[in-house]
């Protein structure tokens, strides 16, 4: 079993930034690719990022492409996503994602299902 940790959220104002961490362990391998998926008050878990096990693949969703980053560290088994120029759309509990054998898809159209474990989720608020 793949344990997922996340770290990093919190309340900040519009404009600003945040950087939220997530740390694997368990039966956890580097090869695996790691994500985030991002949930509102009322509204589905919606897609953000991904990251290849290598690094060289990131597909980001419309909504934050050009704001966020996703990067990792293989040596560390963890996967970082700094955010940029937060807007209030963005509060939401953020959870951190990875699975042995998603596929890179650059139409960004990920689903919960696509991915096999999931972190307990860090919440962040960004006010007006």
């Known amino acids: 079993q793949v344990h997922l940790v996340e770290s990093g959220g919190g309340l900040v104002q519009a404009g600003t930034s945040l950087t939220l961490s997530c740390a694997a362990s368990?039966?956890?391998?580097?090869?695996?690719?790691m994500g985030w998926f991002r949930q509102s008050p009322g509204k589905e878990r919606e897609f953000v990022a991904v990251?290849?096990?290598?690094?060289?693949?990131?597909i980001y969703a419309d909504s934050v492409k050009g704001r966020f980053t996703i990067s990792r560290d293989n040596a560390k088994h963890t996967v970082t996503l700094s955010m940029n120029s937060l807007e209030p759309e963005d509060t939401a509990t953020y959870y951190c994602?990875?699975?042995?054998?998603?596929?890179?898809?650059?139409?960004?159209?990920?689903?919960?299902?696509?991915?096999?474990?999931w972190g307990q989720g860090t919440q962040v608020t960004v006010s007006a």
């Open positions: 368990g039966r956890f391998s580097s090869s695996y690719a």
């Open positions: 990251i290849s096990w290598s690094g060289s693949f990131k």
């Open positions: 994602v990875s699975d042995d054998s998603v596929v890179m898809d650059y139409s960004g159209n990920y689903h919960e299902g696509d991915f096999s474990s």
